[in-house]
C-alpha cells in the first residue's frame, strides 16, 4: 500500500469509520481529535513512514512512536489491528469490561511504546529515547505526535530545549494543528501563533505541512528525513477538528461528546463516500 495515495485515503476513511463505530458503541471516546489525527497515523503507519513490524514487536532496531495526545487512541487502535497487530474483531470489544482497549494507550498493549493520556509527556519521552538512540549508535527514528492544545504545557517546551541541545535529529514531533482545546479555539483561549517562530526560538527545524493530505505528508517527511538536518525537527500538521463528519468539522463541542440518534445516521453516511 505504501506511495499508493489512492489506497491510503480509502484507508483512513475505513479508520474512521471503525473510530465511530468503538465510540458509539462504547458511549465514550474523543472522535473529534481521532479524526483531525487518523491521516497522519494512516501516512505514518501505512505509508512507509514509520519502521515497524507486527512480526516483530520488540524489534531494538524498529522506530518508535507515541501517540502524546493519548486521547486519540481510538484511531491508533484500528490502525494498529490493520497492521495486525491484534485482530480486527477485537476492536468491537473497545469500553467493555474486561477489554484490553483501555481508553488510553498503555504500554503493555501490542505495538505500543509509552503510556500517555497525562498531555505534555510524550515529547519528554521521545527525546530520551532519541538520546539513547544517539549514545549507542541507533539507527531508529523517534516520532511523537502531540495535540496543539497539548503546547500550553511548560513540560512540552523543556522537552524541546533539551531536544535541540543535544542536536536530536532522529527525534521528529508532529504537531495535531487542529486548532481547537475541549470547549474552545486555541487563539481564543491563548495564542499559540506565531507557533512557527516559536518552534524554530528553541533551535527546531520547523516544517509546516497539510495533515490531510496523506501523499503530500508522506512526501514531505521522507523528504526532511532525507536531508539530514542536524537538528530536531517539527511537522506543523493543519487539520479539521472532526475530519470526515460534515457536521463535526471545526465545530467547538466535539471533542468528547458522543453522537446520537439521526448524528450517526448522518456520520455513517459522511464516511461512506
Avoid at 497525562?118 to 538512540?133: D, F, K, M, Q
Avoid at 523543556?158 to 482545546?181: G, W
Wanted: net charge negative; hydrophobic share 40%.
Amino acid at each position: 500500500m505504501e506511495n499508493n495515495y489512492q489506497l491510503l485515503e480509502e484507508k483512513a476513511l475505513w479508520v474512521r469509520q471503525q473510530v465511530l463505530n468503538m465510540i458509539v458503541s462504547a458511549n465514550k471516546g474523543h472522535i473529534g481529535g481521532s479524526l483531525s489525527c487518523t491521516d497522519i497515523l494512516v501516512a505514518l503507519y501505512q505509508g512507509g513512514i514509520l519502521s515497524v513490524n507486527s512480526n516483530n514487536i520488540p524489534d531494538p532496531n524498529r522506530d518508535r512512536f507515541i501517540l502524546s495526545k493519548g486521547h486519540a487512541i481510538e484511531a491508533l487502535y484500528a490502525v494498529l489491528a490493520d497492521k495486525g497487530y491484534f485482530s480486527i474483531e477485537e476492536l468491537q470489544t473497545y469500553g467493555k469490561s474486561g477489554s484490553r482497549l483501555l481508553s488510553h494507550p498503555y504500554f503493555k498493549f501490542p505495538g505500543i511504546d509509552v503510556t500517555t493520556g497525562s498531555l505534555g509527556h510524550g515529547l519528554g519521552i521521545g527525546a530520551g529515547l532519541a538520546l539513547a538512540a544517539k549514545l549507542d549508535d541507533k539507527s531508529y527514528n523517534t516520532f511523537v505526535l502531540l495535540g496543539d492544545g497539548e503546547c500550553y504545557e511548560g513540560s512540552v517546551w523543556e522537552a524541546a530545549m533539551f531536544a535541540s541541545h543535544h542536536k536530536l535529529k532522529q527525534l521528529y514531533a508532529i504537531i495535531d494543528r487542529n486548532s481547537q482545546l475541549t470547549l474552545d479555539f486555541t487563539e481564543d483561549c491563548i495564542h499559540l501563533e506565531p507557533f512557527v517562530d516559536k518552534w524554530k526560538a528553541f533551535g527546531w527545524n520547523v516544517v509546516e505541512v497539510d495533515g490531510h493530505d496523506i501523499g503530500t505528508f508522506i512526501e514531505t517527511v521522507h523528504n526532511t528525513i532525507n536531508l539530514h538536518i542536524t537538528l530536531p525537527t517539527v511537522f506543523i500538521a493543519h487539520t479539521i477538528k472532526g475530519k470526515g463528519i460534515s457536521y463535526m468539522e471545526n465545530k467547538i463541542g466535539w471533542h468528547h461528546n458522543i453522537p446520537k440518534g439521526l448524528q450517526v445516521e448522518i456520520a455513517r453516511k459522511d464516511l461512506s463516500n
